[in-house]
Nanobody, 125 residues
Framework: VQLQASGGGLVQPGGSLRLSCAASGLTFSDYTMAWFLQVSGKEREFVAA????????YYADSVKGRFTISRDNAKNTVYLQMNSLKPEDTAVYYC???????????????????WGQGTLVTVSS
């Protein structure tokens, strides 16, 4: 299984970015997909997830109303549209895949079986 994240970069406060994560080596539509962020020296934090079938979405409170997670099962890709970015959104963003999608653990990094390499998002003027 490979997850290839892309789309990070430098953006000014209030700006937008769209992250992409292309998956291979798995039946993509069977997996719950998520984005986590990590700041140096801290644990990975949940950002957003989209379930494997119904496509229900879940968000951290800090990004609700600003970020949107979506998936394209035909392209084996999950996206994170990030709007109204703030300096505190600066982090390395990782995509992750979970075969089981258990709701009680959907926000836990321990639930995810596969991880991408991360893409750096820097929000600064």
């Amino acid at each position: 299984v490979q997850l290839q994240a892309s789309g990070g970069g430098l953006v000014q406060p209030g700006g937008s970015l769209r992250l992409s994560c292309a998956a291979s080596g798995l039946t993509f539509s069977d997996y719950t997909m998520a984005w986590f962020l990590q700041v140096s020296g801290k644990e990975r934090e949940f950002v957003a997830a989209v379930r494997y079938r119904g496509g229900n979405t879940y968000y951290a409170d800090s990004v609700k109303g600003r970020f949107t997670i979506s998936r394209d099962n035909a392209k084996n890709t999950v996206y994170l549209q990030m709007n109204s970015l703030k300096p505190e959104d600066t982090a390395v963003y990782y995509c992750a895949a979970d075969r089981w999608g258990i709701l009680s653990s959907i926000r836990s990094s321990a639930a995810y079986d596969h991880w991408g390499q991360g893409t750096l998002v820097t929000v600064s003027s």
